[in-house]
């Protein structure tokens, strides 16, 4: 199994252009989120989904878009994309997190200069 | 709201000590707590998962405990390596719509040959 699978792994962008950092899981888990990663900050919920077409905002959902049309897929739009937002991108997945725990990406590390 | 505390912040000891990382919790309604490893640039890799009605969990040289009327998770480390070297963080699951996971902010561990 590939488990999480995040791509790019590196991208900088210039402020004020839009991008969406794909996340795929092949496991078949309904709960699928996205975090970001910031020194001294811990990990961060961005946005998350607890299965097809159902989304909803974590902690720090500004300036980001998610939609959730499989189970396999839950890409993360910048709309615009900001400084503030150059950080680590995480996506995880887990069949149930009461029971299994979350299954994590390899990330993406995203520059806006 | 949950806080997931972890102290020391970073820690260095030499190669073939027993170590214990520290985390702590605020909110005992916890459905399971999760350590990771982190390695750097990397992603974050599953190691341990202790639900709420166990009170340890054992993978060959690391051992978890979870103490929900203290607050408390220990991980320890048996006869420590240099490649055991990485950030440990552990996740708590709450109770809620999402069964929420809050992440401390590591605990940055040296092994020194």
């Known amino acids: 199994n590939a488990g999480v699978t995040q791509t790019p792994k590196f991208q900088v962008l210039k402020t004020g252009q839009s991008m969406t950092l794909q996340c795929a899981q092949d496991?078949?888990?309904?709960?699928m989120s996205w975090y970001r990663q910031d020194p001294g900050m811990g990990l961060r919920l961005i946005h998350y989904s607890v299965g097809a077409g159902i989304t909803d905002q974590g902690e720090v959902p500004n300036g980001y878009n998610v939609s959730r049309s499989t189970t396999e897929d839950f890409p993360l739009r910048l709309l615009s994309a900001a400084p503030s937002q150059t950080s680590v991108y995480f996506c995880?997945?887990?069949?149930?997190?009461?029971?299994?725990?979350?299954?994590f990406g390899s990330g993406t590390r995203l520059t806006v200069v | 709201k949950q806080e997931v505390t972890q102290i020391p912040a970073a820690l260095s000891v030499p190669e073939g000590e027993n170590l214990v990382l520290n985390c702590s919790f605020t909110d005992s309604a916890i459905y399971n707590l999760q350590w990771f490893r982190q390695d750097p640039g990397k992603g974050l890799t599953s190691l341990l998962l202790i639900q709420s009605s166990q009170r340890e969990q054992t993978s060959g040289r690391l051992n978890a405990s979870l103490d929900k009327s203290s607050g408390r998770s220990t991980l320890y480390i048996a006869a420590s390596q240099p490649g055991d070297s990485a950030t440990y963080l552990c996740a708590g699951v709450n109770s809620g719509g999402y069964q929420k996971v809050t992440f401390g902010t590591g605990t940055k561990l040296q092994v020194i040959p």
């Open positions: 496991m078949n888990h309904e709960y």
């Open positions: 995880a997945s887990s069949y149930s997190p009461t029971n299994y725990g979350y299954t």
